[in-house]
């Protein structure tokens, strides 16, 4: 009787194909080492060192990879393109550096080594804060209603006591207002003071 000849085991990838090559690309561009790259895709690291060794395509995606990734990380972006982003993404740290796909340290390099790069940077951070600090305020004074003639109807939104406890205790603090409220009549000193919370209070009533 003949014997049927043994079938031999599927290999779990076609080590040459576009699509396997593509994955080890964008692992070891990413920084990953081969070691990594075999963890990530479900391969011993002797079983990835010996493919690397037999697979010429294999190799030199690798190495292909990394020199692209050393490339990207000299590529410095212009001033215009690089405040084109900070806007965009409102000084955002994270996002800008994934952007430009180098790390929140080499961001930094190009800013400590080019002064408009910094600049830039500063202006987008201070575009976010100036919009938060705009919508603080709106929200400190609430926003009224009122008549045809401008006279006050009441609110539409009352203003936010937190909010007014924040502006009192670090703008405020110029003007004389802190955590509390000394009162004085003529310049004459009036014993104790007033709280900031009972003050607000007694505004928005």
């Not at 070691?35 to 690397?52: D, H, M, N, R, V």
């Not at 972006?77 to 430009?100: G, N, Q």
């Not at 004389?176 to 000394?182: A, P, V, W």
Request: glycine share 6%.
């Amino acid at each position: 009787m003949e014997k049927k000849a043994k079938v031999g085991r599927k290999p779990k990838y076609d080590y040459e194909s576009e699509e396997f090559l593509k994955s080890i690309y964008d692992l070891a561009f990413k920084g990953y080492n081969d070691k990594e790259i075999a963890q990530k895709i479900g391969l011993s690291a002797e079983k990835f060192y010996t493919k690397k060794g037999e697979l010429s395509k294999l190799s030199n995606t690798l190495d292909d990879a990394r020199t692209h990734a050393r490339e990207k990380l000299n590529e410095v972006p212009s001033a215009a393109l690089f405040s084109e982003i900070c806007d965009k993404f409102s000084a955002d740290r994270y996002r800008i550096a994934k952007y430009f796909g180098v790390s929140w340290n080499t961001v930094k390099v190009w800013m400590r080594e080019n002064e408009e790069f910094q600049n830039v940077f500063d202006d987008a951070n201070l575009k976010f804060i100036s919009n938060i600090n705009a919508t603080g305020r709106i929200l400190a004074q609430g926003i009224a209603e009122k008549d045809e003639k401008g006279n006050f109807k009441g609110w539409i939104e009352r203003p936010d006591s937190n909010m007014n406890r924040f502006y009192l205790q670090t703008v405020g603090r110029n003007y004389g207002f802190g955590d509390n409220i000394d009162v004085t009549t003529n310049g004459n000193d009036i014993k104790g003071s007033i709280s900031v919370e009972e003050w607000i209070k007694a505004k928005n009533k």
